[in-house]
């Protein structure tokens, strides 16, 4: 029997690393809520539409096809966007734009529908507590700014995005608040998640500390 498993937390904490090592590991599909909630962000900006604009950013939705390959590349109307979307100023807009009850309507029912036949591993803000309140195993993934922020700066380098520590570091901090001050959905552990502090672990621990959350036949 497959299952569904919710990973919550704030940016940079980790989520989408581990859900997709996770999912390799398990056969499950991996989910990055995050990065639809970014291609709304990017699309926006490419249309020209003003952020302030909720029903404006929420109805370019209905034109937008996002889709995911087996490296976890996001592909928005089959535009490769995967760094686009990463980039500080589209992190920024996304936080604004994912506070919008109409933006967040239409991508939780798209990320409903996709989970509906279970073996989902989903990356989110609002996915154990909103999208999959009856998901099987939920976990609440947190760390310490200061991990969070080495860790994306060390990715964006990685992956040749232009980065300041100092901003990135800011950056999380304010998303923080935005995230889990925002009235509709705000960032916040369901009370059944299992927290796991993850500032001191490495990958593998995390992973395994989650398996180990699993029914044997998973
Ligand atoms: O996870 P990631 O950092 O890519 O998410 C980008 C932004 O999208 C978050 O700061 C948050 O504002 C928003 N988000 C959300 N709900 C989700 C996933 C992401 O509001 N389920």
Redesign the pocket.
């Given at each position: 029997m497959k299952f569904n498993i919710a990973i919550?937390g704030p940016?940079?904490a980790g989520?989408?690393t581990i859900a997709k090592k996770l999912a390799k590991e398990l056969g499950y599909a991996h989910l990055?809520?995050?990065?639809?909630?970014?291609c709304v962000a990017y699309f926006s900006k490419l249309k020209d539409v003003s952020f302030d604009d909720e029903e404006k950013v929420a109805s370019l939705i209905d034109a937008m096809q996002i889709h995911f390959d087996a490296q976890g590349n996001v592909y928005l109307n089959d535009e490769n966007v995967s760094n686009e979307i990463r980039k500080n100023e589209i992190?920024m807009l996304?936080?604004k734009i994912?506070?919008y009850p109409a933006v967040?309507e239409k991508l939780v029912a798209m990320q409903q529908k996709m989970a509906e036949h279970k073996g989902y591993i989903m990356?989110?803000?609002?996915?154990g507590t909103v999208?999959l309140p009856n998901a099987e195993i939920k976990v609440y993934m947190v760390a310490s700014v200061k991990a969070r922020a080495d860790r994306r700066y060390k990715e964006y380098v990685e992956k040749q995005i232009e980065a300041d520590y100092d901003t990135i570091y800011k950056d999380i901090e304010q998303?923080d608040y935005?995230?889990m001050n925002r009235k509709t959905?705000p960032?916040k552990k369901a009370d059944d998640a299992v927290e796991i502090d993850t500032s001191d672990m490495s990958i593998e621990e995390v992973v395994n500390t989650i398996r180990r959350l699993l029914p044997a036949e998973v």
């Open positions: 919550d940016s940079a989520k989408s990055d809520t995050g990065a639809m909630y970014r992190s996304t936080s994912s506070a967040r990356d989110g803000r609002d996915i999208v998303r935005q995230d959905s960032l």
